[in-house]
């Protein structure tokens, strides 16, 4: 069975702080694609990034950033120079099945940011 | 990315009654549907799979006669919450997947928070 850890429940940052947000999975799949939703409190799920196994190539879009690496099955989230409007709940996920035919996701319990002025 | 739509976004309710929830791809069409509940502070677990033309697959301990999907379009899901009662409160988000391939992005709806009184 798949899993995806977010150790962390609450982080609170001042704006223009970095903060990352941590991410770590377990699959047995070959092939699984990982993902990042933000969830403001509006409650609506944003996509924001995904990453297939096999390409291991860090990602950079804006003052987002996101460190795959597999040898410590791990997604990490950067936000560079946080702002207010990044404040919001962030989830981590991953699909399961997708040499199978199929295609679900796993949520972690996600990570909720406050970045205060 | 492709938008999905849900209706209502919040509905309350009188404990016993049936709720039924529509969600819409509107740019695309989706041969599968998915349904989440995210209870408070909570993350989304998946409820159900929505299969157009077929029966809907259910995770295990989610009762079939209790939440019933019909996905009677390329475009349109339904999940109906029969006999509600208060501990079916909830926030209820549906998803697509943006493309044909398995693999692909789930777009999510605004979601739909549900009370029982």
């Known amino acids: 069975a798949q899993k995806v850890t977010q150790a962390q429940t609450e982080i609170s940052v001042v704006e223009k702080e970095d903060v990352t947000l941590d991410c770590v999975y377990e699959?047995?799949?070959?092939?699984?694609?990982l993902f990042w939703y933000k969830q403001p409190p509006s409650g609506e799920l944003v996509f924001l990034i995904r990453r297939n196994s096999f390409d291991e190539q860090n990602e950079i879009s804006g003052r987002y950033s996101w460190n795959f690496q597999k040898s410590t099955s791990s997604f990490n989230f950067t936000i560079t120079a946080s702002q207010v409007v990044d404040s919001a709940v962030y989830f981590c996920a991953l699909s399961e099945g997708v040499n199978s035919g199929y295609s679900t996701l796993t949520f972690g319990k996600g990570t909720m940011l406050l970045v205060s002025p | 990315g492709a938008v999905v739509s849900q209706h209502p976004s919040w509905v309350i309710c009188k404990s016993g009654t049936s709720v039924k929830i529509e969600c819409r791809s509107l740019?695309?069409?989706?041969?599968?549907m998915f349904w989440y509940r995210q209870f408070p502070k909570q993350s989304l677990m998946l409820m159900a799979t929505?299969?157009?033309?077929?029966?809907?697959?259910?995770e295990q301990g989610v009762e079939k006669d209790k939440f019933l999907i019909n996905h009677a379009s390329l475009t349109l899901s339904t999940l109906t919450v029969t006999s509600a009662h208060p501990e079916d409160s909830s926030f209820y988000i549906c998803?697509?997947?943006?493309?044909?391939?398995?693999?692909?992005?789930?777009?999510f709806g605004p979601g739909t928070r549900l009370l029982v009184l």
């Open positions: 929505s299969n157009e033309g077929s029966k809907a697959t259910y």
């Open positions: 740019d695309f069409q989706a041969t599968t």
């Open positions: 998803s697509a997947p943006g493309g044909s391939r398995v693999e692909e992005t789930q777009y």
């Open positions: 699959t047995r799949d070959t092939t699984y694609y």
